[in-house]
């Protein structure tokens, strides 16, 4: 069955440092992949959408990559703020789109 | 712009008790969806729409209705709720599904006694 793993522990980094999150999928190929954010009590928030045919993917501080090779796609953060604090989740299409069950990233002082 | 709207926010039922989940976009998209979020499964797929008075089913389907009579609302349906059905639930839509992003409402917190 196809399956999406994001590390469920908590990403703890230093403001002003790179924040990478991993997600990595099996069974299946997925046409592109999207990221969102999702903050406490919030529904998510759409970030970033790379196509299978790209390797890379920049928005401001934010970078997405994605390995078809690999089944992986990271997800980056640069100068990261306290106010990244939140939970990333990354999402595979393939004929639908698939959850993961997301990453909670720590940003502090 | 309001986006995804969702009412109510908090919601307490006994079992048995049946209830009904609004859902408004005011983003003109074809494509409504409803999630439910339980910590440590990620969001799963309850049923979809991709068009006024069509529907789909999900990934867990069970339990659940829903109906489109207009293109901005969606509505999710327990008909007999149980402490299964315990969840958050969301809402999105999407202009299509092909390399479209989902927009989210805030969500229901549904607790089932």
């Known amino acids: 069955s196809q399956k999406i793993e994001q590390n469920s522990e908590a990403l703890n980094i230093q403001e002003g440092k790179t924040a990478t999150l991993t997600c990595n999928y099996t069974?299946?190929?997925?046409?592109?992949l999207q990221w969102y954010r999702q903050d406490p009590g919030r529904g998510p928030v759409f970030l970033l959408l790379i196509r299978e045919n790209e390797k890379e993917k920049r928005k401001e501080r934010l970078k997405v990559t994605f390995d078809t090779t690999l089944k992986q796609s990271l997800f980056h953060i640069t100068a990261s703020q306290p106010a990244d604090s939140a939970t990333y989740l990354c999402?595979?299409?393939?004929?639908?789109?698939?959850f993961g069950t997301g990453t909670r990233l720590q940003v502090f002082p | 712009n309001a986006g995804v709207t969702q009412t109510p926010k908090f919601r307490v039922l006994k079992t048995g008790q049946s209830m009904t989940l609004l859902c408004a976009q005011d983003m003109n998209h074809e494509y409504m969806y409803w999630y439910r979020q339980d910590p440590g499964m990620g969001l799963r797929l309850i049923h979809y729409?991709?068009?006024?008075?069509?529907?789909a089913k999900g990934e867990v389907p069970d339990g659940y209705n829903v109906s489109r009579l207009k293109k901005q609302n969606f509505l999710l349906g327990l008909e007999s709720a149980a402490p299964s059905q315990t969840s958050v639930y969301f809402c999105?839509?999407?202009?299509?599904?092909?390399?479209?992003?989902?927009?989210f409402g805030d969500g229901t917190r549904l607790s089932i006694l």
């Open positions: 999105a839509s999407s202009y299509s599904t092909d390399n479209q992003p989902q927009h």
């Open positions: 999402a595979p299409y393939a004929d639908k789109l698939i």
């Open positions: 069974n299946y190929s997925p046409a592109y």
């Open positions: 729409s991709v068009g006024e008075g069509t529907t």
